[in-house]
């Protein structure tokens, strides 16, 4: 099992950056993927950013060239670094973890972009 926890949100003018951190509760080094996903009040969860296995990664074309998502595998930690946040960026972002073939999901973390 992976548990995982998010932090880094909170409220950001237009324009602005956050950097949201993921923490594992095991070693990140042997999970296939992790990501980050959102998801905004009445719509889906969708997959902003991914990173697996080769560090091989995989962006939303919404956040192409504006998120950044990395990671440190000595502190079991993945991390996304969002620049030119933009209202529709607002949500709910979650971490994820596929390991084993199960998805394990953080309890997520609310990024508001708003003046």
């Known amino acids: 099992q992976v548990q995982l926890v998010e932090s880094g949100g909170g409220l950001v003018q237009p324009g602005g950056s956050l950097r949201l951190s993921c923490a594992a509760s095991?070693?990140?080094?042997?999970?296939?993927?992790m990501g980050w996903y959102r998801q905004a009040p009445g719509k889906q969860r969708e997959l902003v950013a991914d990173?697996?296995?080769?560090?091989?990664?995989n962006y939303a074309d919404s956040v192409k060239g504006r998120f950044t998502i990395s990671k440190d595998n000595a502190k079991n930690a993945v991390y996304l670094q969002m620049n030119s946040l933009v209202p529709e960026d607002t949500a709910v972002y979650y971490c994820?973890?596929?390991?084993?073939?199960?998805?394990?999901w953080g309890k997520g973390t609310l990024v508001t972009v708003s003046s």
């Open positions: 994820n973890a596929r390991f084993h073939g199960m998805d394990y």
């Open positions: 095991r070693s990140i080094f042997s999970i296939y993927a």
């Open positions: 990173l697996r296995s080769g560090s091989s990664t």
